[in-house]
């Protein structure tokens, strides 16, 4: 069975890719495919998973065809404080 695995932000760094294609064995789950794509590393619980764009568990299944993504928490930006001009 082929996935294919997007990786973003930060996590395109550290893998050195954006984006894959992987193999995985009948009964793969979003874990088992991280521990495969990051040579068996451990699933950060930080990290968001995604299965063909919704959000998804460690436990959740993937299957033929599926987009799988992994997603590192977003942090930054400026505090809100109103429009422009205004305080």
């Known amino acids: ?3 294919e695995v997007r990786y973003l932000a930060s996590l395109r760094e550290r893998f050195g890719r954006g984006e894959e294609s992987v193999e995985v064995a009948p009964g793969a789950t979003v874990a088992s495919l ?5 040579g068996g590393a451990p699933l950060p619980p930080q990290v968001l998973l995604a299965v063909n764009h919704e959000y998804a568990g460690p436990d959740t299944p993937v299957r033929d065809g599926d987009e799988v993504a992994f997603l590192p928490p977003i942090t930054g930006g400026a505090p809100l404080t109103g429009p422009p001009g205004r305080s």
């Open 1 to 3: 069975m082929s996935v």
């Open 34 to 38: 991280w521990a495969q794509v990051s």
